[in-house]
């Protein structure tokens, strides 16, 4: 049964609400899939026997208080993908096998026309692409070089010289491989052979005794006999003393002479440098820009290390299969990983507002409720399907309302909400308010990270027609820490917001338990639009916000209001 991932992903900057509930809702339908209860709006995504697998994965790092949660239900980090757009993994380019660069011409040939190619991969014994041979290469190997010492410079091969004629070692190790010397034949009578032969000369010769005791004294250092020649033990007596090798072979002298190059090991023929190769996380459109401009049929794939998978050819591109993603907590482009536009979206679970700034090539399962939290949905549809839920699964589920929700205090906050975060605390066997308060102090914990980290934390973009404005929030139960926050974060954003691409940019400092949060503003009118905004006075861009905890229900709707008020 062929398996095909289905990644289940959160936001950029992902919070605990992301992280849990892409763990949980790809375990549902992990689940659909074993207990054959798959909907039917899946129905048909998936042709003949392609059985699907859902991996839950993440945008971003996470942060200390979704730490907390997968640490205290001993669940694993998802793994991180940057980008969903179709890489070079994703396609059927070929697995064809490397081969060593000390194979022969004629036996890479052999294996081009077996396999059905034009390149075949040079690799070593540790599957290190070395260099390239193609179908070229041994035209020109045997149309165009015609230098008699091709052997030697070549250091072919003794064990290649013998495949090649189907040949016998009489005298010799076919171990050995030739270094010096050039190949000529010896037809000529034995006293004007002396004038031509010289010391290394491999020497293609017929029965004669007499030239071929020629030529071991002449110091040739191999005797290739034809016709399968019976050898006199007095020349193989000489050849041993000469450590001159000698082989027998069943061909004529013409057939020796036409085949003999055919023996010289690729290397001497391949390409090693400057070649072309692609890495398995290179994106499809990246690799066309590249296979436009050369010539090549074909082009290695390798990894980071130099590791050889493969060939890919402009037709393994006919047959793309993009990345399968289902997005949960989010809906927006600006706020999902990177690629989603290239990649073919199955499913959005979200309880935030409609951005619609995502478009599809085919209808998707599009859930969407104004609940409290993304959890409270995936919650509902285990229970709509009648799917066992883990205590693990439900522990996470209760951990992403009781954090979206700030224990129930957000405005956002629905009585199923909270109905449901009460069931999955019972099914996870938690204490909710000891957990919560936990869980926030590990979240408040903040002293390690650096400012930049803090500001992308969770950070969200909004677009009000031309206008992009960037809002971040940190939440705490530690007021004191969110005080010391707010001068830090205030001189990391002037510093930095001019190379930034959003006109404002807003930070949230949370107090979860006070209920309260600190508004800093930053860029050309951001303040005068909090004040506008908020109804409210600030000092030196900073205002107190009372009762205000969401960004979602609370901050965002008032400053976009205010916004499109202007225009």
Same mark, same amino acid.
């Given at each position: 049964?062929?398996?095909?991932?289905?990644?289940?992903?959160?936001?950029?900057?992902?919070?605990?609400?992301?992280?849990?509930?892409?763990?949980?809702?790809?375990?549902?339908?992990?689940?659909?899939?074993?207990?054959?209860?798959?909907?039917?709006?899946?129905?048909?995504?998936?042709?003949?026997?392609?059985?699907?697998?859902?991996?839950?994965?993440?945008?971003?790092?996470?942060?200390?208080?979704?730490?907390?949660?997968?640490?205290?239900?001993?669940?694993?980090?998802?793994?991180?993908?940057?980008? !969903?757009?179709?890489?070079?993994?994703?396609?059927?380019?070929?697995?064809?096998?490397?081969?060593?660069?000390?194979?022969?011409?004629?036996?890479?040939?052999? %294996?081009?026309?077996?396999?059905?190619?034009?390149?075949?991969?040079?690799?070593?014994?540790?599957?290190?692409?070395?260099?390239?041979?193609?179908?070229?290469?041994?035209?020109?190997?045997?149309?165009?070089?015609?230098?008699?010492?091709?052997?030697?410079?070549?250091?072919?091969?003794?064990?290649? %010289?013998?495949?090649?004629?189907?040949?016998?070692?009489?005298?010799?190790?076919?171990?050995?491989?030739?270094?010096?010397?050039? !190949?000529?034949?010896?037809?000529?009578?034995?006293?004007? #052979?002396?004038?031509?032969?010289?010391?290394?000369?491999?020497?293609?010769?017929?029965?004669?005794?007499?030239?071929?005791?020629?030529?071991?004294?002449?110091?040739?250092?191999?005797?290739?006999?034809?016709?399968?020649?019976?050898?006199?033990?007095?020349?193989?007596?000489?050849?041993?003393?000469?450590?001159?090798?000698?082989?027998?072979?069943?061909?004529?002298?013409?057939?020796?002479?036409?085949?003999?190059?055919?023996?010289?090991? $690729?290397?001497?023929?391949?390409?090693?440098?400057?070649?072309?190769?692609?890495?398995?996380?290179?994106?499809?459109?990246?690799?066309?820009?590249? #296979?436009?401009?050369?010539?090549?049929?074909?082009?290695?794939? $390798?990894?980071?290390?130099?590791?050889?998978?493969?060939? @890919?050819?402009?037709?393994?591109?006919?047959?793309?299969?993009?990345?399968?993603?289902?997005?949960?907590?989010?809906?927006?482009?600006?706020?999902?990983?990177?690629?989603?536009?290239?990649?073919?979206?199955?499913?959005?679970?979200?309880?935030?507002?409609?951005?619609?700034?995502?478009?599809?090539?085919?209808?998707?399962?599009?859930?969407?409720?104004?609940?409290?939290?993304?959890?409270?949905?995936?919650?509902?549809?285990?229970?709509?399907?009648?799917?066992?839920?883990?205590?693990?699964?439900?522990?996470?589920?209760?951990?992403?309302?009781?954090?979206?929700?700030?224990?129930?205090?957000?405005?956002?906050?629905?009585?199923?909400?909270?109905?449901?975060?009460?069931?999955?605390?019972?099914?996870?066997?938690?204490?909710?308010?000891?957990?919560? #308060?936990?869980?926030?102090?590990?979240?408040?914990?903040?002293?390690?990270?650096?400012?930049?980290?803090?500001?992308?934390?969770?950070?969200?973009?909004?677009?009000?027609?031309?206008?992009?404005?960037?809002?971040?929030?940190?939440?705490?139960?530690?007021?004191?820490?969110?005080?010391?926050?707010?001068?830090?974060?205030?001189?990391?954003?002037?510093?930095?917001?001019?190379?930034?691409?959003?006109?404002?940019?807003?930070?949230?400092?949370?107090?979860?338990?006070?209920?309260?949060?600190?508004?800093?503003?930053?860029?050309?009118?951001?303040?005068?639009?909090?004040?506008?905004?908020?109804?409210?006075?600030?000092?030196?861009?900073?205002? @107190?916000?009372?009762?205000? !905890?969401?960004?979602?229900?609370?901050?965002?709707?008032?400053?976009?209001?205010?916004?499109?008020?202007?225009?």
């Amino acid at each position: 049964m062929e398996n095909s991932k289905i990644i289940v992903i959160g936001h950029k900057n992902p919070d605990t609400d992301s992280i849990c509930s892409a763990i949980s809702y790809a375990y549902f339908k992990n689940q659909l899939i074993e207990e054959k209860k798959v909907p039917q709006t899946t129905d048909g995504i998936f042709p003949g026997d392609i059985q699907p697998t859902y991996v839950p994965m993440r945008a971003g790092a996470i942060n200390n208080e979704t730490a907390y949660v997968l640490d205290y239900f001993h669940m694993e980090i998802p793994e991180y993908i940057e980008d !969903v757009s179709t890489q070079v993994s994703d396609i059927e380019y070929r697995k064809t096998a490397g081969i060593s660069e000390s194979i022969s011409i004629k036996n890479a040939w052999k %294996l081009m026309r077996e396999n059905d190619v034009v390149t075949l991969p040079v690799v070593n014994k540790n599957n290190i692409l070395h260099g390239l041979i193609t179908i070229n290469d041994i035209a020109k190997s045997y149309m165009d070089v015609t230098e008699p010492n091709l052997l030697s410079a070549a250091k072919t091969s003794y064990e290649n %010289l013998l495949d090649i004629l189907n040949g016998t070692l009489i005298v010799g190790n076919a171990h050995n491989h030739f270094v010096n010397g050039k !190949v000529l034949i010896g037809a000529a009578n034995p006293h004007l #052979m002396e004038d031509y032969i010289e010391k290394d000369d491999i020497v293609i010769l017929g029965d004669r005794i007499e030239a071929q005791l020629t030529a071991i004294e002449k110091g040739a250092s191999c005797l290739i006999v034809c016709l399968d020649t019976a050898v006199n033990a007095a020349v193989i007596h000489m050849a041993e003393q000469a450590e001159c090798s000698v082989i027998t072979t069943p061909l004529d002298t013409y057939s020796v002479a036409r085949l003999i190059n055919q023996s010289v090991p $690729v290397k001497h023929f391949m390409r090693s440098q400057n070649l072309i190769t692609f890495q398995l996380d290179d994106t499809i459109d990246s690799i066309k820009d590249i #296979m436009s401009k050369k010539r090549h049929r074909d082009f290695p794939v $390798v990894d980071d290390y130099g590791n050889y998978y493969g060939m @890919v050819s402009r037709r393994n591109l006919l047959a793309l299969r993009k990345k399968k993603v289902i997005m949960v907590d989010h809906n927006e482009k600006n706020q999902a990983v990177n690629g989603i536009e290239n990649a073919e979206l199955l499913e959005i679970i979200d309880h935030h507002r409609i951005g619609g700034s995502i478009e599809t090539v085919a209808p998707v399962y599009f859930r969407n409720q104004p609940v409290g939290c993304t959890a409270t949905i995936i919650n509902q549809m285990y229970e709509e399907l009648d799917i066992y839920m883990p205590k693990q699964i439900a522990g996470l589920l209760c951990a992403a309302i009781l954090s979206d929700t700030l224990m129930f205090r957000s405005p956002t906050c629905t009585a199923l909400d909270k109905a449901t975060a009460k069931k999955l605390a019972k099914i996870a066997e938690l204490d909710m308010e000891s957990f919560a #308060m936990d869980m926030f102090e590990a979240g408040s914990s903040l002293a390690d990270k650096t400012p930049e980290a803090l500001f992308a934390q969770d950070f969200k973009a909004f677009h009000v027609d031309n206008i992009t404005i960037g809002v971040s929030q940190i939440s705490s139960i530690n007021q004191h820490e969110l005080d010391k926050l707010s001068k830090i974060m205030t001189e990391y954003i002037e510093t930095h917001l001019p190379a930034m691409e959003y006109k404002m940019v807003f930070f949230m400092l949370t107090n979860i338990l006070e209920q309260k949060t600190t508004l800093l503003a930053f860029g050309p009118d951001s303040a005068s639009l909090a004040e506008e905004a908020f109804s409210t006075e600030g000092t030196d861009n900073r205002f @107190v916000l009372e009762n205000v !905890v969401s960004r979602k229900k609370q901050v965002v709707p008032a400053l976009v209001t205010a916004l499109q008020r202007r225009m």
